[in-house]
């Protein structure tokens, strides 16, 4: 089947999939308090995330990330996962998922029966006070635990990092001091005006500019090519002699190079993470059992991709589309 390429030329390699918009954190930049999530019903079974998995592996899709939500809550995950796996050798190079670590003990054993190899994991603290005001939650211990969990069951692990002004900015050289020593990468993330929270994105914003000059004034900083194809920029830090990323869409603007597209738990394909475009998989999907109809909706669907998303600083009051970023997956 003829690959998909976008109206700029850019090849989709990669397929993130939100397999549910449920967390059992609720961190402050992410969610509200009190989230609506979608009802059950509305959920693709683990048999149609197969499909429309295996769809896009057929289109050349090479990588694919588990996210959510928490994918580890989803029911049925390692059932997707193991089914999914059928295309390791066959075209798809990597899985991969995105968790909070939450439940990453209970799991770690399984991911790496089934053939994953890496984990990204997000802590944006490792003091408990500061973490369970982020994530509203006070699990940190379990995050820790599922952390040396994933290490034991010989998956690698990296960290990813919110930048938060005014409650984890004083603490990010040590948290890539953490990472560093126990041997992860760590990645750290600018807030994006995704769907609305109870608080003011504008106040907690965190330019990572800023954060590089700081870092930069006692550590050496050595630029890395970017071999991910991804959004984040990688440096060596010479002191450590760990890879920090910085991920920065209000600073830096990254979709030049952008390889990916991501699919909701509803079946909705979201072409960029920034903008509303996306197209509706979920009809075609179950109108014809022969991926026909499926095939031509991610054709037309790709034909709208936009060239970038618009996010700027000075808008982060009003978010840049409804959806939190739980739902398009982050
Ligand atoms: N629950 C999993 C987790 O936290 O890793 C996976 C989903 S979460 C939406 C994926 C990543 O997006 C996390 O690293 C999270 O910190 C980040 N994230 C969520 N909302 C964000 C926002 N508005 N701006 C920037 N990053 C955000
Ligand atoms: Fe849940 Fe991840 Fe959002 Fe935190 S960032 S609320 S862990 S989905």
Same mark, same amino acid.
């Given at each position: 089947m003829r690959p998909l390429v976008d109206p700029f030329g850019r090849t989709i390699s990669y397929l993130r999939v939100s397999?549910?918009? &449920? #967390?059992?954190l609720r961190c402050i930049y992410c969610m509200s308090e009190r989230m609506r999530f979608l009802p059950r019903k509305d959920l693709l079974s683990i048999d149609e995330l197969d499909r429309l998995c295996a769809a896009f592996v057929a289109r050349g899709v090479r990588r694919l990330r588990f996210t959510g939500g928490e994918p580890l809550v989803r029911r049925g995950f390692l059932d997707l996962l193991e089914a999914v796996s059928r295309h390791l050798g066959q075209g798809l190079d990597e899985i991969t998922l995105t968790t909070n670590g939450v439940q990453l003990a209970d799991f770690a054993q399984d991911l790496a029966r089934i053939g994953v190899k890496r984990v990204n994991v997000s802590v944006d603290s490792f003091d408990r006070e500061t973490f369970a005001r982020i994530a +509203? &939650?006070? +699990?940190l211990g379990d995050v820790l635990g599922g952390i040396e969990a994933a290490v034991a069951a010989g998956l690698k692990v990296k960290i990813n990092t919110v930048a938060l002004k005014h409650d984890n900015a004083h603490e990010i050289p040590d948290l890539i001091q953490w990472a560093h020593a126990r041997g992860h990468d760590i990645t750290l993330i600018e807030t994006m005006p995704l769907g609305e929270i109870d608080e003011d994105r504008t106040d907690q914003f965190l330019s990572l500019a800023r954060v590089r000059e700081d870092l930069a004034s006692y550590w050496r900083l050595t630029d890395l090519p970017d071999r991910t194809g991804g959004p984040a920029r990688y440096v060596r830090v010479e002191e450590t002699g760990g890879r920090l990323g910085f991920i920065t869409p209000l600073t830096h603007n990254f979709c030049e190079g952008c390889s990916r597209v991501r699919l909701t738990c509803t079946g909705r394909l979201y072409l #960029?993470?920034?903008?509303?475009?996306a197209a509706d998989l979920r009809a075609p999907l179950r109108d014809d059992a022969s991926d026909v109809s499926l095939q031509a909706a991610i054709d037309a669907a790709i034909a709208l991709r936009p060239k970038g998303h618009d996010f700027q600083i000075e808008r982060l009051r009003t978010p840049a589309t409804e959806r939190h970023m739980s739902v398009t997956g982050g």
């Open positions: 397999v549910t918009d &449920r #967390c059992d +509203r &939650r006070d +699990r #960029c993470l920034g903008h509303e475009t």
